[in-house]
């Protein structure tokens, strides 16, 4: 996934600012009036009135000068949510990182970072609600990175697409059939009982035979999820891991892998060579995951939203 996608509407709206130069300024004592009056609570987390004036600022120059103030106004209720969603899931962005993104927009704008918040405060754009949108679009980036297998997309689904659009399908690569066993491990466990968990990794690895025994046997370890089978393509995965898969049989399992999650080993169920393009698809492919990935972030935040609460103070 593109290292910057998440955060290309703030670049493109940070550019249209400096291209057009100008935009209403607002007096201090405005200013303080907008930042006490209450728009939402998101959570018990506010958003103020003027959160949603510079929300309204940034859609303008980034090509919807139409947006309603609802609009902007949903926008930071996503914002918040997703901020609180990657917290929750035990990813909070450091200051270094937020830094690092925020020097990284002001570089590709060629700018110097002093300048780059100039331009914002000129702008009537409050440098420090800028940093928490920011900060929310870094984590939402970690957020979706950890959890890459909702989005992902593979030669299987290439293949699907271009099967249903008729498209021809040249060149070979081996589909496997894999079960993954995870010993759940905390990220901030000792070292003694990581190695303890790769120590039952290994064990069960070497009394497994069958993807059947992978599950079965995983079960007399404690804290372990066996996740569903799936299917990879030789051409999805890395070249150490193919010529790692191409000498182990069928019903083995790979060596004990450290994740987010824990300790990792995959059982091969099986495997077969079936017809692929891959190189010639690259456009197919960033559609679907385009597709795959607004579809999971709705289906995520809407899920948050029904579980939230959120306030509507004043309209």
């Known amino acids: 996934m593109n290292q910057t996608r998440l955060i290309r509407v703030i670049h493109f709206a940070v550019l249209a600012l400096l291209l057009i130069g100008a935009a209403a300024q607002f007096t201090p004592r405005a200013q303080a009036q907008q930042v006490r009056a209450l728009v939402a609570l998101v959570n018990g987390e506010p958003i103020t009135a003027l959160d949603v004036q510079h929300r309204l600022k940034l859609l303008a120059t980034s090509g919807r000068p139409k947006a309603t103030r609802q609009e902007a106004l949903d926008e930071l209720i996503n914002q918040k949510l997703k901020l609180q969603i990657a917290q929750r899931n035990n990813v909070n962005p450091t200051r270094a990182e937020v830094d690092k993104a ?16 100039k331009v914002l405060q000129s702008n009537g754009i409050d440098v420090e609600s800028f940093r928490a949108r920011v900060k929310a679009d870094v984590a939402w980036q970690q957020y979706l990175t950890a959890n890459p297998s909702h989005f992902a997309i593979r030669d299987a689904d290439l293949v699907a697409a271009m099967t249903a659009r008729g498209q021809n399908l040249q060149g070979k690569a081996v589909q496997y059939t894999m079960q993954q066993v995870i010993f759940v491990t905390r990220r901030n466990a000792p070292p003694a009982v990581r190695q303890e968990r790769i120590k039952q990794a290994e064990a069960l690895r070497a009394r497994v035979s069958s993807c059947e025994q992978a599950v079965q ?15 990879r393509f030789s051409t999805d995965l890395s070249a150490n891991l193919q010529k790692l898969l191409e000498t182990l049989p069928d019903g083995k399992m790979t060596p004990p892998e450290p994740t987010a999650n824990g300790i990792e080993v995959v059982a091969i169920c099986d495997r077969k060579v079936i017809a692929s393009d891959i190189s010639a698809n690259r456009e197919l492919k960033n559609e679907l995951m385009g597709q795959r990935l607004q579809a999971y972030e709705k289906k995520v935040l809407d899920q ?3 579980k939230s609460i959120i306030q509507i103070i004043s309209q």
């Open 304 to 306: 948050a939203r029904a």
């Open 217 to 231: 046997l995983s079960r007399e370890y404690q804290e372990t999820v066996v996740k569903p089978r799936v299917r």
């Open 102 to 117: 925020f020097a990284g927009i002001a570089q590709r704008l060629g700018r110097s970072l002093a300048d780059f918040e």
